[in-house]
């Protein structure tokens, strides 16, 4: 319901329907089905603008993700890290995990190493443009 209510523009009923479901995915010790409740909370608060918060979420997404080796799961959450570390300005942290996600995604031979491959160099690009 999280996912529903976020692309419905229903911000609030989207943290509290995900907030319950992470709840549950810790009382039932499903490490995976949490993982994917937090990155999806992540989505959140970042079409909200906390991107901070996003940031914190993304990496307890990424915990529960790589206590069950869920290594896509870790790859897309790591994009969607990078993602918001560049919208905050931190674009040292943003190009490490674009670049660790693209690692991922070409070993597992994802396609979305694309979408990785585009932000790496995006982020590479303005720290060349502007000496960071």
């Known amino acids: 319901m999280g996912i529903a209510h976020r692309e419905t523009g229903q911000i609030e009923k989207a943290i509290e329907s995900l907030e319950r479901a992470i709840a549950l995915c810790r009382q039932l010790r499903d490490a995976k089905s949490e993982g994917d409740c937090l990155t999806n909370l992540g989505n959140v608060f970042a079409v909200r603008g906390e991107l901070r918060k996003a940031v914190e979420i993304y990496q307890r997404s990424i915990k529960c993700k790589q206590a069950v080796g869920d290594i896509r799961g870790i790859a897309s959450t790591l994009l969607n890290l990078g993602r918001a570390c560049l919208q ?5 942290q943003s190009l490490k995990h674009a670049e660790t996600a ?7 031979r ?5 979408k990785a491959r585009e932000i790496v160099e995006r982020v590479r690009e303005f720290k060349k443009k502007h000496n960071l």
């Open 88 to 92: 905050v300005g931190d674009y040292s």
């Open 102 to 108: 693209l690692q991922i995604y070409d070993q597992i």
């Open 110 to 114: 994802d396609p979305v190493a694309g």
